[in-house]
Structure formats: C-alpha cells, structure tokens
Nanobody
Framework: QVQLVESGGGLVQAGGSLRLSCAASGRTFSRYATGWFRQAPGKEREFVAATSWSGGSTYYADSVKGRFTISRDVAKNTVYLQMNTLKPEDTAVYYC????????????????????WGQGTQVTVSS
C-alpha cells in the first residue's frame, strides 16, 4: 500500500504561483509513476500532469502546458506540482495519484490507470 498526502494548496491571486507537494509513504516510491488531477465544483475530475517513475517523461494537459511543472524527488518520496501564472479557472481540488509501473519511461493520463490517491488540496485563484 502507498499513502499519499498532498499539501501546499491555498488562496492566491491571478498571476501568482503555488507549489503543491505530494508525500508518499508505505512503500518504496521509486517505481511508481505519478500524476496530478483536479476537480472543480460541478465538474468531472480532469488530468493535469503526469511523470514516469524515472522522471524522464512528463505530459501535461493543454490547459496548463507552459505554466505548470511536475517533478519528483525520489530521496524524499515526494512529487511536486509547480503552478505559475495561475488563472481563476485553475481553481479546484488537486489530487495526486500513483501507480506501480514496470516501464521507467511510461506516464499515465487516465484516472482509471491509478491505484493510489491522496485526499486532495484546495487551490483557489481569485481574479
């Protein structure tokens, strides 16, 4: 089992930045591909960003490309989502997710691909 705990959410003005963290515990995290998703009120959960367990492959939703960066620190068992130039439409609960992967360069973009989820952290961007 892997437990994921997100942190770093909050209230920020449009144009500002936040860095979300997702700390993993329970098992060695090095072979887990990870991703970030978000869910706004009244909307379905949507993909934001993903990285392979090697960190060498990443993928972003078009809506965040060029503004968000996913990264991981294996030594700290932590995945990050750096969010810059935030917009009001980025307001949502953000979730990190993980799945055991045997392919070092593979990332996953469907929420059904993931086996482990955090509890979510709220990000609110004011205009």
């Amino acid at each position: 089992q892997v437990q994921l705990v997100e942190s770093g959410g909050g209230l920020v003005q449009a144009g500002g930045s936040l860095r979300l963290s997702c700390a993993a515990s329970g098992r060695t995290f090095s072979r887990y591909a990870t991703g970030w998703f978000r869910q706004a009120p009244g909307k379905e959960r949507e993909f934001v960003a993903a990285t392979s367990w090697s960190g060498g492959s990443t993928y972003y939703a078009d809506s965040v490309k060029g503004r968000f960066t996913i990264s991981r620190d294996v030594a700290k068992n932590t995945v990050y989502l750096q969010m810059n130039t935030l917009k009001p439409e980025d307001t949502a609960v953000y979730y990190c997710a993980a799945v055991l992967s045997y392919l070092s360069g593979k990332y996953y973009i469907a929420h059904s691909d993931y086996d482990y989820w955090g509890q979510g952290t709220q990000v609110t961007v004011s205009s």
